[in-house]
């Protein structure tokens, strides 16, 4: 808004409500306020939606990548378990290649 104007004048020419533009300078306070605050910048609230949903996809992502590493570690642990493990001969001890 530029200075002197008034809020209907500026709500007509954008076509939008007395009472949206009060909102919007009212949040952009309150955001800014903050901001100042805690020394951060101002981010949009759909942003933040849209930053929260892709920590809750990684998330999710991580848990399955981690339930499957412990699968694939304990099916090892069934493999090494069942498998029978045979004594290492040399050729030389059963004669073979020997004059």
Request: glycine share 8%; hydrophobic share 40%.
């Amino acid at each position: 808004m530029q200075p002197g104007s008034s809020v209907s004048f500026v709500a007509r020419r954008y076509a939008i409500s007395p009472s949206l533009l009060f909102t919007w300078k009212r949040r952009m306070l309150e955001g800014g306020r903050e901001a100042v605050a805690a020394d951060e910048d101002v981010v949009g609230t759909s942003k933040v939606r849209e930053l929260e949903r892709r920590v809750r996809d990684l998330e999710r992502l991580l848990g399955r990548k981690t339930m499957e590493v412990e699968i694939l570690k304990e099916a090892l642990d069934l493999a090494r378990a069942k498998k029978p493990t045979l004594p290492l001969v040399s050729w030389n001890d059963q004669g073979i290649g020997s004059p």
